[in-house]
């Protein structure tokens, strides 16, 4: 149904619900098409990670030197193996790891992927001893998901106002939630990509040969790569959908 309003003078025409469902099945197509790089950067990083086990004696001979010199046993941080802990399977086959901030506990397969866990002490070395607010970023994490996910759906609404018509508080961000969804993913992108700096420079530390360092920098570049595409593929996709909707779905003046 269609509806006839004016503003400013102007008379503008509600677009009919058919333009509407038209709009949100191309914002879904398209969205999704933005979004498919993303489990290919995901493989790739599983793909690097892989190549790195046959040196994993070296990477664990390192790491376990790397976290005693670390300080952070004195933080009260463990490392729990994960190969007999209870944990989800994708850290027990070491396809992951992580470093839980409420436990203080870095799960890892150190059998298998300890290349990884100079990356976890770097999380943990951020959320236990940091300067300059790093601690902050890591607790913006789980917010900034939701407030990049809950962008989706403001993408998505359909446009009820003209163009010109002023804006509400709700409107400025339908109007920006491609940056918004952007920006909310940007804390997560900085903390990783510290955290792996930070690891880097703790493995040279503990004296990490060049290639043992070069085969880390890899592994955490592609890592951090899914982290960057997610941002700015997801920010792409929640604008173009936004974009979309407003073209099928805005009012228009009625000459
Ligand atoms: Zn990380």
Same mark, same amino acid.
């Given at each position: ?13 509600? &677009?009919?619900?058919?333009?509407? @469902? ?23 990083? @599983? ?13 664990? #001979?390192? *790491?376990? &030197? ?33 470093? #839980?901030?409420? @436990? ?13 866990? *100079? ?21 913006? &994490? ?8 809950? +962008?989706?759906?403001?993408?998505? *609404? ?8 002023? &804006? ?6 339908? #109007? ?39 085969? +880390? ?10 982290? @960057? ?18 073209? *099928? ?5 009625? #000459?």
């Amino acid at each position: 149904m269609s509806s006839v309003y004016y503003y400013n003078g102007q008379e503008y025409k509600q &677009r009919a619900q058919l333009s509407q @469902t038209e709009g949100f099945v191309l914002a879904s197509l398209v969205s999704s098409a933005i979004l498919s790089p993303l489990p290919y950067l995901g493989k790739s990083f @599983t793909k690097q990670i892989n190549k790195e086990i046959p040196n994993n004696h070296l990477y664990k #001979d390192c *790491f376990e &030197r790397a976290f005693d010199i670390s300080g952070l046993k004195s933080k009260g941080v463990e490392v729990i193996e994960a190969q007999s802990a209870n944990v989800p399977m994708m850290y027990k086959l070491g396809q992951n790891a992580c470093f #839980d901030p409420i @436990t203080n506990k870095v799960v890892l397969n150190t059998d298998k992927i300890s290349a990884a866990g *100079f990356h976890e002490l770097g999380h943990a070395l951020n959320a236990l001893k940091s300067k300059y607010g790093v601690k902050y970023l890591a607790k913006l &994490r789980a917010p900034g998901y939701i407030l990049a996910g809950l +962008m989706e759906y403001f993408a998505i *609404f359909s446009r009820t106002k003209p163009k010109g018509a002023p &804006r509400s508080f709700t409107d400025v961000i339908e #109007d920006n939630c491609g940056k918004i969804a952007f920006l909310a993913m940007m804390p997560t992108v900085l903390e990783e990509g510290i955290a792996s700096w930070r690891g880097i420079k703790l493995a040279k530390k503990a004296g990490a040969s060049k290639e043992l360092l070069n085969g +880390m920098k890899k592994i955490y570049l592609k890592a951090h790569t899914t982290y @960057t595409g997610r941002a700015v593929l997801g920010g792409l996709a929640v604008f173009a959908s936004r974009k979309i909707m407003d073209l *099928f779905t805005r009012p228009k003046p009625v #000459d």
